[in-house]
């Protein structure tokens, strides 16, 4: 009884330890890609698409961080989706990068087809 009760409490700590990290985990990532670090690199790369970015006169209006996409790339970096004007078929996609000194770049961008669509047809 003794042991049965043993290995329970061993199995109970080790998932509650698993969870807890995992949770810590996501929450760093969250603090990544929410920084003011990070939007830059989203900021820079929306306006060289749309020189009128975050105003009323063009595509991209504004924009959120889409914490449910939020993943460590295997290869480096952190994957982000941003779904802007609150239109979840128009998004981008970064893998945020730390530098040295503490900002961030992108490996790759990536808009979604509907989004390219939106950007080609107002660049005309």
Known sequence: MIILFSILAVIGITIG???MHQYQKKQEMIAIAT???AKKVYEHFMKSKDPNA???A???QDYVVDESSLDYNPMGGLMVSVVINKDNELNINYNLIENKD???HSAY???SPKLSKLLKGNNE
Do not use: A, H, K, R
């Open 109 to 111: 961008y990536s808009t």
């Open 35 to 37: 920084s003011d670090e």
């Open 17 to 19: 330890g698993c969870s």
């Open 54 to 56: 975050f105003t009323n």
């Open 102 to 104: 503490g900002s961030y």
């Open 58 to 60: 063009d595509v991209i």
